[in-house]
């Protein structure tokens, strides 16, 4: 509505014509008034969604005061007319900070004055469609059978014991409130799929800041196999229907809802071309990521632990490291040959003069892709290399950006997308290219990683080119 | 026949000839300035005026005063306003309609006494039929509503006054004053969001909050306009009803869960109520006036509280006024005199002033200009 679908200008209060120094003052004012200790906050927002908003200033505050960046952003502008900021409504934002709207506050509901139609004159528990509400709402807090409470009181236990966050996590991600008149309630249909906390898949939990994650991605954690292998969409739901939209396998693979229109591959199209910008230059600035796992943009506040390389982390980290010695990766017929260091380098076993020639020059932009637009994508095109590029160009990174985080040559990056796996090195290698780009474009990995290597096999199987024995 | 006011029968008569005996007709000019069809006596003072050519007076500006809980200085604002709006713009009556124990004029030095309400259903006479009361200061009326009585003040004034008035002898009062009694009128509603409170709140011309940079008075605040809110997208529900069973329990899930949410879920499920609750939240327009500021910090307050509900709400904040703590009010509220009489130095008349302007002009506040010099 008002606050979030403003551009970085609105939300900063400022003219586009500002100067640097005009948008430097106007970010600490508006950052006054978001302050965790402020008394106008509190009643309204938790401390989570005030450290959410903020980070979203902060964002508009790194992408004005920077020039090249603004120029982008200014060129978005005035390419697309609806003039709008990253987000339109209040449930993409929080989706993207992973947060939940605070507990509907049924007490506080207006006093109703006496109806046409003879309804109760007060909202009072004996209404029955508020019972119903309210015993929704109970179903929603009660434990799930598998034994991860979904919610303890107004402050969630805080699980993770890495220290990442100061005010407490993230509340669980639970279903809107269902319509009174279902019981048992269904899983919901609005907001369609929320994927579940990480409080939810158990300890220990790799945990990123509360806010300004992509959308549509959990943090990288282990469980995420155990989550998938604790059974499918249809086990969880059966097994407890009123937490069966609390398990992300279950919300990820469901089908989308009938309510959602299947967006045709044009408007499709239309969307990416519309993109958000690549608020970025690839060679200018300073700034340099870690690791090989997701980078932490510099400056955030509160500043979390960058996700830990956890035992999973490290074993695909490791997987994607060529360990063989005999195998030798074909070269490109475009690029020059160039010397491959054997091993489990963090290099990926590329040439460690071309690793150390692209540094990574700042970091990606956090923007996250809209749930139903990954589902579309992912229904219609299945997780090929068409997939990762339209989530790439949707994002406004380029080819250039992942080779630099990722120290994958651009030109496989490149035939990654097109699927020309004839001139791909051997599926080893894929698998860990498309394990480096998924983690890089905050998509879930391990699906993304098996969806596009079931379509590699099956194609490479179908054309009979022998590639890897095949 | 003609009943209309009295024409002088010998002015301006009709060239043509007439037969002895018959009333000439009325002049042109006089017909031109005529209705169509019979006159109608005048019912109202505007239409006695405009039928004797006279303009009638601009309607009375109506500023309503609210707060999300008592005690916050909205009736200490009021009073003090209203010499400030008598002294600088002309007659003012304040109207105390806080049913509970209205202070008005106890800050007036005034007594409490029954005042009678005029019949709805009698013919109104272009007096009104009410009597404002006056003290000391000139062009300064107040009216309390504690001794307001549906009757025609034959009630015993020993007995307790019943503190509910009817909605009708209300609008009376209020479209009494509404004509142009005194082309000011400031109303001091009671503490809370009462429905009649918040009707008269959004039905003034200015729309008043009154807060304290203190916790308490913040939570209420927001409680206070999450009524609001709650009340116009009732409002607005109801005029877009379906008759589908389902939307009522869906009407609870929107008032319940976040504001500017609700409104992106009701833009998904009917458009067209989602535009007319936007279109009505663009027009409300809520002044806050910050009481009892003791820092600078606390003028932040105001600044957050405002930035807080325009996101969370949606709705436009002006932060018009900003009255600086004075730790001598205390003496001129035990002698029962208007703060702003005293002479003792205080600048509460000049911040008062400022937030009359802001208020006449719908402009904001200028922050370096209200912090006092050291």
């Not at chain 1, 506080?108 to 046409?116: F, I, K, M, N």
């Not at chain 1, 107004?154 to 005010?167: C, E, F, K, N, Y």
């Not at chain 2, 309609?97 to 009678?116: K, M, R, V, Y």
């Not at chain 2, 009817?166 to 000011?184: I, K, S």
Request: with cysteine.
């Amino acid at each position: 509505m008002a606050f979030v679908s403003r551009n970085y200008y609105e939300l900063l209060e400022v003219t586009p014509t500002a100067t640097s120094e005009e948008i430097s003052l106007a970010y600490r004012a508006v950052r006054k008034s978001w302050r965790p200790d402020s008394i106008a906050l509190y009643p309204l927002y938790s401390p989570e969604e005030t450290a959410a908003i903020r980070s979203l200033l902060e964002e508009a505050h790194t992408v004005l005061s920077d020039p090249a960046r603004r120029v982008d952003y200014d060129r978005y502008l005035r390419f697309t007319s609806r003039k709008l900021g990253p987000y339109s409504t209040w449930e993409e934002f929080w989706e993207a900070a992973h947060l939940e709207p605070s507990e509907p506050n049924l007490s506080d509901l207006p006093v109703v004055e006496e109806s046409s139609d003879g309804r109760a004159a007060s909202p009072t528990a004996s209404e029955p469609a508020l019972r119903a509400v309210v015993e929704a709402v109970a179903a929603r807090s009660a434990p799930s059978p598998d034994g991860s409470a979904a919610r303890s009181g107004p402050a969630p236990v805080p699980v993770a014991s890495s220290g990442a966050l100061t005010a407490g996590m993230p509340r669980a991600r639970t279903p809107s409130p269902v319509p009174p008149a279902v019981t048992p309630p269904p899983p919901a249909h609005r907001p369609p799929m929320r994927p579940a906390s990480p409080s939810e898949l158990g300890p220990p939990v790799a945990e990123g800041s509360p806010a300004r994650d992509a959308g549509g991605v959990r943090p990288q954690s282990g469980h995420l196999g155990r989550g998938l292998e604790a059974g499918g969409p249809t086990a969880v739901s059966a097994r407890d229907p009123a937490s069966a939209t609390q398990s992300l396998p279950s919300m990820r693979s469901a089908p989308p809802s009938p309510e959602q229109p299947r967006i045709s591959t044009d408007s499709i199209e239309a969307r990416v071309a519309q993109s958000r910008p690549s608020p970025l230059r690839p060679e200018s600035g300073a700034g340099a990521a870690q690791s090989d796992a997701a980078p932490a943009p510099a400056g955030r506040t509160p500043a979390p632990a960058s996700v830990p390389v956890s035992p999973d982390n490290r074993a695909a980290a490791a997987r994607s490291a060529p360990m063989p010695t005999t195998a030798q990766a074909p070269a490109p017929p475009e690029a020059a040959a160039e010397q491959r260091v054997d091993g489990g380098t963090s290099t990926g076993g590329w040439s460690r003069s071309y690793a150390a020639g692209l540094k990574p020059t700042r970091p990606l932009p956090e923007m996250p892709v809209p749930r139903d637009l990954l589902e579309q994508l992912e229904a219609q095109q299945g997780m090929g290399g068409a997939y990762l590029k339209a989530i790439r160009e949707y994002k406004g990174i380029s080819l250039n950006d992942i080779a630099a985080h990722t120290k994958v040559q651009t030109t496989y990056l490149k035939y990654l997308e097109e699927e020309r796996f004839a001139d791909l090195p051997p599926a080893v290698y894929v698998e860990g290219f498309v394990n480096q780009v998924a983690r890089l474009l905050k998509l879930e990995v391990k699906r993304t990683v098996s969806g596009y290597m079931r379509r590699y096999y099956e194609i490479v199987s179908a054309s009979g080119n022998g590639l890897d024995g095949f | 026949m003609l009943s209309g006011p009295a024409e002088d029968v010998g002015a301006s008569r009709d060239e043509s000839s007439e037969l002895p005996g018959t009333i000439p007709p009325l002049s042109r000019e006089s017909r031109s300035t005529r209705a169509d069809g019979p006159i109608a006596p005048p019912t109202t003072t505007s239409s006695l005026l405009a039928s004797i050519g006279v303009a009638a007076p601009p309607p009375a500006r109506i500023w309503a005063i609210a707060s999300g809980k008592g005690g916050v200085g909205r009736s200490f604002f009021t009073a003090n306003l209203g010499c400030i709006v008598a002294r600088d713009e002309g007659p003012v009556t304040l109207v105390d309609l806080d049913p509970h124990g209205g202070n008005l004029h106890t800050l007036l030095g005034q007594s409490a006494e029954p005042i009678s309400v005029p019949d709805p259903t009698s013919p109104r006479t272009p007096g009104g039929g009410l009597s404002l009361r006056t003290g000391d200061i000139p062009g300064l009326y107040w009216l309390s509503f504690g001794g307001l009585s549906p009757t025609d003040g034959s009630s015993d004034p020993a007995e307790p006054v019943a503190p509910m008035i009817g909605r009708e002898p209300m609008e009376a009062l209020l479209q009494t004053l509404r004509t142009g009694r005194t082309p000011w009128v400031l109303l001091d509603l009671e503490a809370g969001a009462a429905p009649l409170t918040l009707e008269h709140f959004l039905a003034a011309e200015r729309s008043v909050l009154v807060l304290q940079p203190e916790p308490a008075a913040v939570e209420c605040a927001h409680a206070f306009i999450r009524r609001l809110f709650a009340r116009e997208l009732e409002a607005i529900l109801k005029r877009h009803r379906d008759p589908a069973a389902a939307d009522r329990g869906q009407d609870r899930i929107l008032l319940s869960c976040r504001p500017a949410e609700a409104v992106a879920r009701l833009q998904e499920d009917r458009p067209a109520a989602a535009e007319s609750l936007v279109a009505r939240l663009k027009t409300l327009r809520i002044h806050l006036v910050l009481n009892q500021v003791r820092h600078v910090s606390d003028l932040e307050v105001g600044v957050a509280f405002k930035r807080v509900v325009e996101a969370y709400f949606g709705l436009a904040i002006c932060f018009s006024g900003a009255i600086w703590y004075d730790a001598e009010a205390w003496l001129s509220a035990r002698r029962r005199r208007l703060r702003v009489r005293e002479s003792s130095g205080s600048s509460l008349g000049e911040q008062l002033e400022l937030c009359m302007r802001h208020l006449i002009d719908g402009t904001e506040l200028d922050l370096p200009a209200v912090i006092p010099p050291l």
